[in-house]
């Protein structure tokens, strides 16, 4: 190849000189064709190369390597072409170390230079006359011709390949049109390498992106996962033909199960009253109402609902346990209703009080023993009349509740059995098994035991009723509950219907027949349980109705029960002889029955002044030297506690000396004023035997 398709003319002439020049020819065109060849098959190796999407990075010296292995070039370098410079890529020949020393030069510097700055092939058939050409310094190539061509593509030029042979004229025009085309093959398998690595670069991001994705939509998922866990609410998603697709973990814990269908949560009318919903209502959509279900075993659980239909075969339900909050709001309401009522009957009591008091005085303040016969059975009609009267007041102060509860401590087992035997007979008689289990262990309350039994004798009473003329069963439990003794009654009867649940503590709500009921016995229950600071309730167990009776268990306590003004104490001699000196007593009664009642009673035995309300007395109290003053509470101008208050401020020792006349023992601000005080009252409607006695010892037992 030294003298290139020149040769040709210059040995024509000589036959044996043409056919040495023939084969000459015949072995160079044979030589440029199996280069031609290799490069072409180099070519389908790089495109294998590019097609499989290898690395750019290693794509250079692959170049390199396809080259000298398929053509005869000795040596093949990659430059590429970083800002204003070209920088060695890879080089492979004969002269390379294996290490090749990182080179780079200026643009326009050396060859590689030039041919990267102008993007033109350099052909240099022989490197010393090529005024580009630059040796390194160092270098072991050595180099006699050098082709130098762009790697680039229709706008940039990226490197250029630099290829040399030892011999002078080993490249031409031929070789450089050759390698001319393989630049730009290369260049424009560069741009596609450089796209697809752009492409891969893209697609690694797209997929870091998605693991990214991926993983906060897990933690996300994780956290609402862990909010509708944490949920107090039930929460499940219904999917076709009642399947549950979904449901949290306050749905499995109380129903101990996971639920595959709406029917392992529900009885059937509720399933059916979710499917109605669910058929009428359209994506997007949802409502909330509520029902009392039951919901596994749990009967009676009053259920706020909310449904939300997702999809045509997807809804989201949840329901909010609100038994409790139902419960307590009734329990106010109760508290409420029976709150104004007792208002109501201790203002009547209070009247009927005022008026029985003089009947009661008056009547034994007649001395039976001057009448004849047939009156004395008048006054004793009179008196009897008063007296179950007065009882019947005291039963309208018992249900208005004013009365505190008499509390001593006992065992709750003790009035079960007491009750139990007093009702066993009656059952039998109609058929009702009376079963009590009230356990081994002692129940001890503070409580007052006759409002315990009437307690259990009104629940007793219900039940029985509620079995009517079939036979049936009573049960009655007590137990220890945390704090709590807990007595329930359950029954066999038919349950309280639906429809008047809410209604069955409201005062003389009744169902029965007006002989048979008055409709006061649960509120009294109520009412009693409630001042025991306990609960109630009376519900459905699906076979009967169960009643629930809770009140604190007893705990040692020191609380000193204030004296009672009556039981055991010295009651007044018959007739309180007369002293020389008369004991001074102030009466302040606004009621002038009363007040004559007072006089009379008094009169024989002390000196007795009256004053029609506390202001008169008051003003008179430095006028003698008072050893009692009796008062009524409730007066116009200045009330019995005003006066007491004033009274002592200006005598304390008259702090032991006040009697009170009242009926309103029971009212809290009255009940508060005793308590603090320590002042002794007498209770309308009395008996003149009980004023005289509390009169004597007031002026006695000081
Ligand atoms: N165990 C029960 N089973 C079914 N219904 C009941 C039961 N206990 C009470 N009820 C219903 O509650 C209503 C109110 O009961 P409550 O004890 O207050 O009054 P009463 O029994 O009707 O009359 P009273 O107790 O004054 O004689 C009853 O009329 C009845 O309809
Ligand atoms: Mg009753």
């Not at 762009?150 to 630099?162: R, W």
């Not at 519900?539 to 629930?548: K, V």
């Not at 101008?637 to 401020?649: P, R």
Request: hydrophobic share 40%.
């Amino acid at each position: 190849m030294k003298n290139g398709w020149s040769g040709l003319n210059e040995s024509s002439g000589f036959s044996k000189g043409r056919e040495k020049l023939l084969l000459d020819l015949l072995k160079k065109a044979t030589d440029f064709y199996e280069d031609i060849v290799g490069i072409l098959s180099g070519i389908y190796e790089l495109s294998e190369y590019v097609r499989k999407g290898s690395p750019e990075d290693e794509f250079y010296s692959y170049i390199v390597q396809v080259l000298i292995r398929e053509s005869r070039c000795e040596n093949a370098s990659v430059f590429l072409v970083e800002g204003d410079r070209v920088v060695l890529k890879a080089a492979a020949g004969v002269d390379f170390p294996e290490d090749a020393p990182a080179v780079s030069m200026e643009l326009g510097e050396g060859v590689a230079g030039i041919c990267a700055r102008e993007g033109r092939p350099i052909l240099a058939p022989d490197v010393h006359e090529c005024r580009y050409f630059k040796e390194f310094p160092g270098s072991r190539v050595h180099i006699g011709s050098m082709l130098c061509i762009p790697i680039k593509d229709a706008k940039t030029t990226f490197g250029v390949l630099n290829l040399s042979h030892s011999q002078n004229n080993f490249f031409n025009f031929h070789y450089q049109r050759v390698f001319e085309l393989l630049g730009l093959l290369v260049g424009q398998m560069l741009t596609l390498i450089h796209i697809s690595s752009i492409f891969q670069r893209k697609n690694l991001d797209l997929n870091e992106l998605l693991l990214q994705k991926d993983e906060s939509l897990r933690n996300l998922t994780e956290s609402y996962k862990t909010v509708v866990d944490a949920s107090e609410d039930v929460i499940f998603i219904l999917g076709r033909d009642d399947a549950v697709t979904f449901c949290n973990q306050r749905l499995v814990a109380s129903l101990g199960k996971v639920p595959e269908r709406i029917q392992d949560m529900f009885e059937g009318d509720m399933v059916e009253c979710i499917r109605a919903h669910r058929s009428r209502m359209q994506p997007g959509q949802f409502l909330d109402f509520e029902r009392t279900v039951t919901f596994g075993s749990a009967t009676g659980v009053v259920g706020q609902f909310f449904i939300k239909c997702l999809s045509r075969d997807s809804a989201l339900v949840m329901m909010r346990d609100i038994t409790a909050r139902r419960r307590l709001e009734q329990r106010a309401m109760q508290t409420e209703k029976l709150t104004s009522l007792g208002l109501l009957t201790s203002g009547i009591a209070h009247e009927l009080n005022n008026r029985l008091t003089p009947i009661l005085g008056f009547a034994d303040l007649i001395n039976a023993r001057r009448l004849g016969e047939r009156d004395r059975k008048r006054l004793s009609v009179i008196i009897n009349a008063a007296d179950s009267a007065k009882s019947i007041v005291e039963s309208l102060l018992k249900f208005s509740r004013n009365k505190p509860p008499e509390k001593a401590v006992f065992d709750m087992r003790d009035i079960i059995r007491r009750t139990v035997s007093l009702y066993t007979p009656t059952v039998r008689k109609r058929g009702i098994r009376l079963l009590a289990d009230e356990g081994n262990e002692p129940l001890l309350v503070k409580a007052d035991m006759n409002c315990m039994e009437q307690v259990l004798v009104n629940f007793i009473n219900n039940a029985i009723d509620a079995i009517d003329n079939q036979t049936g069963t009573i049960r009655l439990s007590a137990r220890r509950c945390d704090n709590s003794v807990q007595v329930c009654i359950e029954d066999s009867g038919p349950g309280i219907p639906e429809e008047i649940i809410t209604r069955i503590f409201d005062p003389f709500f009744t169902t029965k027949a007006k002989d048979k009921g008055t409709g006061l016995g649960l509120s009294i229950c109520y009412g009693i349980i409630s001042d025991h600071k306990g609960e109630i309730s009376l519900e459905n167990t699906g076979h009967g109705a169960l009643a629930r009776i809770r009140i604190p268990a007893m705990t040692p306590d020191i609380h000193q029960e204030r004296m009672e003004t009556g039981a055991g104490a010295p009651s007044a001699p018959q007739d309180e002889p007369e002293s020389s000196v008369r004991s001074t007593i102030m009466v302040v009664e606004d009621e002038e029955d009363l007040m004559e009642l007072m006089v009379d009673t008094l009169s024989p035995f002390y000196e007795v002044e009256t004053f029609s309300n506390g202001k008169q007395a008051f003003d008179h109290l430095e006028d003698r030297r008072w050893e009692l003053i009796i008062s009524d509470l409730r007066m116009p101008v200045m009330d019995g506690m005003e006066l007491y208050l004033a009274a002592v401020e200006k005598q304390p020792r008259l702090k032991k000396r006040f009697l009170f006349i009242t009926g309103d023992t029971y009212d809290l601000q009255v009940k508060e004023f005793f308590e603090k005080t320590g002042a002794v009252f007498l209770r309308k409607p009395f008996r003149i035997k009980e004023l005289k006695d509390v009169v004597y010892r007031q002026l006695h037992d000081r």
